[in-house]
């Protein structure tokens, strides 16, 4: 029944330990061989996702930075694409200035931060991603973006993004992949709406579509998939609205799904 399947990486596919364990890799292989196509739905950029897809072998258009870049992994082809709005990355800009915040901007697929303290550093670690340092970033206003990110708090960013939504809501998509990550994607830049698209693109109906995730930045998939999972150490407010919710990312919690659902289900 199901053609496609959407995974989230971190907490979700990988284990604390940042590794895709055996069980999980066989599980994905398995179902590619029943004719599914399984891909990642993350938040990373595409330089970051790109070295975890080819630890899995999976050579496939992948989802990146929240839904606003659908790329293939072989030939680097663009299927799918959202840049924030330029007015809305100055004022983020101006915002972020005048609060004392942690910027990053991602430009041609490469980070920058205004100055190379452990936000960026703990960041770039995460992601197996170098980054460059600008220290003046209004001179990379103009260039195209897929998505802007501060690093602080978590409460603080809850309160940031009370303020900033009336002011960018109709404009730009504002979501957390972790506690002390706020992004900011243009408003068709979602998990949702990239898992939409690529189901167009295979040729499949969304009912015949699995996402699983953990955090805020997968309600948008979780609600438009077939069957919507949520990892066991997902976010409360996921597994509210999740059709599943499986086991945690240290016990295969993918792997359960894609034996439960895709490898041992029972056709009718």
Same mark, same amino acid.
């Given at each position: 029944m199901y053609k496609l399947i959407a995974i989230d990486v971190d907490d979700t596919l990988l284990t604390d330990e940042i590794k895709v364990t055996e069980g999980t890799k066989q599980a994905m292989e398995a179902a590619i061989a029943k004719g599914v196509l399984v891909t990642l739905a993350t938040g990373r950029m595409f330089a970051s996702a790109q070295k975890i897809a080819k630890q899995i072998e999976l050579n496939v258009p992948i989802i990146t930075y929240q839904g606003a /870049?659908?790329? #293939?992994?072989? *030939?680097?082809?663009?299927?799918?694409?959202?840049?924030?709005?330029?007015?809305?990355?100055?004022?983020? !800009?101006? @915002?972020?200035?005048?609060?004392?915040? !942690?910027?990053?901007?991602?430009?041609? *697929?490469? /980070?920058?931060?205004?100055?190379?303290?452990?936000?960026?550093?703990?960041?770039?670690?995460?992601?197996?991603?170098?980054? $460059?340092?600008?220290?003046?970033?209004?001179?990379?206003?103009? @260039?195209?973006?897929?998505?802007?990110?501060m690093i602080d708090e978590p409460a603080r960013l809850d309160q940031i993004a009370d303020q900033l939504r009336p002011l960018l809501g109709d404009r730009? !998509?504002? #979501?957390?992949?972790?506690p002390h990550?706020?992004? @900011?994607? !243009?408003?068709?830049? #979602? $998990?949702?709406?990239?898992?939409?698209f690529l189901a167009e693109h295979i040729g499949c109906t969304?009912?015949?579509t699995i996402a699983i995730g953990d955090a805020w930045n997968d309600n948008e998939m979780i609600q438009a998939a077939g069957l919507g999972v949520a990892m066991g150490n997902a976010i409360q407010s996921l597994k509210d609205i999740a059709d599943y919710v499986t086991l945690t990312n240290n016990e295969e919690g993918v792997r359960h799904v894609i034996e439960k659902f895709v490898l041992n289900a029972i056709q009718a």
């Open positions: /870049l659908v790329k #293939t992994l072989l *030939d680097g082809q663009v299927l799918y694409e959202r840049n924030v709005p330029a007015d809305a990355v100055r004022e983020l !800009h101006a @915002f972020s200035e005048a609060n004392g915040l !942690h910027l990053q901007l991602y430009v041609n *697929d490469e /980070l920058y931060g205004m100055e190379d303290n452990d936000k960026i550093k703990a960041y770039s670690k995460l992601s197996n991603i170098p980054y $460059k340092i600008e220290p003046d970033l209004s001179k990379l206003l103009d @260039f195209p973006m897929n998505k802007l990110l730009v !998509h504002i #979501t957390k992949s972790k990550y706020l992004e @900011f994607m !243009h408003k068709e830049g #979602t $998990k949702g709406h990239a898992l939409r969304m009912e015949q």
